[in-house]
């Protein structure tokens, strides 16, 4: 499945051999029946967190008192009740954002899973998902009508850049 963001299209490709020269491709793990991503997060080792097309946000990032022990960036308080945010940087791939805004979680969102990749990171790319290779491929470089070339396509409702 390809999903491009810029042209509010999503695609079912009968397969991903294409060129991938300007793409980045991640692997991918399943996890409570949904695909998840290793993501860096403030310079800290990967956290697996659920590809979310359904997320808004950015980053929502489960973040134990463990894992808040060894941050390398400053500490902050997690309160029980209420989801804070921190503005960190975020690594997918050799893609690097900085100044992300990410909800901290205390607890874990799903079980096994270190948060959600939401859309606020998503729609930078086109991405394809290729469950049977175990991977995600992340386009930066739009290349116009990639989405378009599937063999079934329809608007995404409510996708930034959709007039």
Not at 35 to 40: A, E, F, N, Q, T
Request: glycine share 10%; charged share 20%; hydrophobic share 40%.
């Amino acid at each position: 499945m390809q999903i491009d963001f810029e042209a509010g299209v999503v695609g079912l490709l009968k397969n991903c051999d294409r060129s991938l020269e300007n793409c980045d491709i991640l692997p991918i793990k399943i996890c409570n029946d949904s695909i998840c991503l290793p993501v860096r997060i403030a310079g800290n080792a990967n956290q697996w967190m659920r590809l979310d097309t359904g997320c808004d946000s950015a980053l929502e990032w489960a973040l134990t008192e463990t894992k808040a022990r060894g941050m390398s960036e400053p500490a902050f308080g997690l309160s029980g009740g209420s989801i804070q945010h921190i503005n960190s940087t975020v690594q997918l791939g050799k893609h690097c954002f900085s100044n992300v805004a990410v909800g901290i979680h205390a607890n874990q969102i799903f079980p096994g899973e270190d948060g959600l990749l939401g859309n606020g990171l998503l729609s930078k790319f086109c991405l394809t998902i290729d469950e049977r290779n175990r991977r995600v491929i992340f386009e930066k470089e739009h290349r116009p009508g990639a989405a378009a070339a599937a063999s079934y396509s329809k608007r995404i409702l409510g996708a930034p850049g959709i007039r």
